[in-house]
């Protein structure tokens, strides 16, 4: 009797802990019950995967009846850097419907750990795309929630609401893009004629007549011109020596060019974490709407946040376009 009872002991709490891995996706009415229904359903099911294979230490099981090919690649890439798991039993949130006809969900809040201590862990928000007939499309960490829209308000037209929606969403993929590690992504988004300009900070020579006192202003910002190449095989050699890319975009600010109507400048404050360097930064993108499935980079700069003032951030007054 005594052996029974502690058998259904040990069962409670198996089936407790199995519980508390579940995540379930409970989304606002649409016309179409069904396809609601089975949106939430593989949600639900990525969700609890996530937890799962985070806890077991493992990776999530990824139904192909579930999911595009594309986005099974994807979130395998992620995981392979990110782990992460959702804290929550309950989600209740809005079914978006997307100006490419998708579905998105968002305000998915997620745990993952950088290191082995209690400041390790971080909090991201994710972002499910689905398609039109309820299949998981892609993942990714996406923009808090409230400055999500307000950068999608500010768009004076149509024309600029979906292009700023757009915008939004590719510069989300792209920041997890280098989560994942994500090469052959990241080199597609940026036109074989990008330029790219980094800011390396270097001492300025203490025999210098013009030496100032401040040991803040001993150090300069020297602006390195590289091609698109050569960030590509640089980003190579940080994506080899560094098991983990966390990458995270605060202060975003969207500008239209006042002349040329499909040309956007995205400005961005660039917090960049690997397991061997950490760093903090303006992030400018100069965007090109040209083909608007197909978005493309011209012009990519990071200056170090530390030794950069305001008037010194590089933006889209900083370059002349020549059509």
Same mark, same amino acid.
Request: charged share 25%; glycine share 8%; no cysteine.
């Given at each position: 009797m005594n052996e029974l009872k502690l058998l259904i002991a040990g069962l409670l709490i198996s089936v407790s802990l199995c519980a508390q891995h579940r995540t379930q996706v409970y989304l606002s009415p649409t016309g179409n019950p069904t396809l609601l229904n089975k949106i939430q359903k593989n949600a639900s099911y990525l969700l609890t995967e996530f937890n799962v294979a985070f806890m077991e230490e493992k990776s999530p099981a990824l139904n192909e009846v579930m999911f595009s090919e594309s986005a099974r690649r994807a979130i395998q890439s992620?995981?392979?850097t990110s782990p992460f798991y959702c804290e929550e039993t309950e989600i209740i949130t809005n079914l978006v419907t997307r100006t490419d006809r998708n579905y !998105?969900?968002?305000? /998915?809040?997620?745990?993952?750990?950088?290191?082995?201590? !209690?400041?390790?862990?971080?909090? #991201? #928000?994710?972002?499910?795309?689905?398609?039109?007939?309820? &299949? /998981?499309? *892609?993942?990714?960490?996406?923009? %808090?929630? =409230?400055?999500?829209?307000?950068?999608?308000?500010?768009? *004076?037209?149509?024309t600029d609401y979906r292009r700023r929606q757009i915008i939004l969403d590719f510069v989300e993929n792209f920041r997890t893009a280098y989560n994942r590690k994500d090469l052959p992504y990241i080199r597609d988004v940026f036109s074989d004629h990008a330029l790219i300009i980094v800011g390396k900070v270097v001492e300025v020579d203490e025999n210098s007549p013009n030496m100032l006192e401040s040991s803040f202003e001993k150090k300069k910002v020297e602006l390195i011109r590289m091609n698109k190449q050569e960030y590509i095989?640089? &980003?190579?050699?940080?994506?080899?020596?560094?098991?983990?890319?966390?990458?995270?975009?605060?202060?975003? %600010?969207?500008?239209? =060019?006042?002349?040329? !109507?499909?040309?956007?400048?995205?400005?961005?404050?660039?917090?960049w974490t690997t397991s061997s360097y950490a760093d903090v930064g303006y992030l400018f993108l100069m965007i090109d709407f040209k083909d608007e499935d197909n978005p493309m980079i011209h012009v990519r700069t990071w200056q170090p946040e530390k030794y950069t003032s305001a008037d010194e951030v590089i933006g889209l007054g900083d370059f002349e376009i020549v059509q």
């Open positions: 992620l995981w392979k !998105e969900i968002r305000n /998915i809040s997620l745990v993952f750990q950088i290191g082995d201590t !209690e400041d390790s862990l971080h909090y #991201e #928000e994710g972002v499910i795309i689905l398609t039109p007939t309820g &299949l /998981i499309d *892609n993942f990714y960490f996406g923009l %808090e929630r =409230h400055r999500y829209q307000d950068l999608l308000n500010a768009g *004076n037209t149509v095989d640089r &980003l190579t050699r940080v994506f080899s020596v560094n098991q983990f890319i966390k990458v995270g975009f605060d202060d975003i %600010e969207i500008f239209r =060019h006042p002349l040329y !109507e499909r040309i956007y400048g995205v400005t961005l404050l660039q917090h």
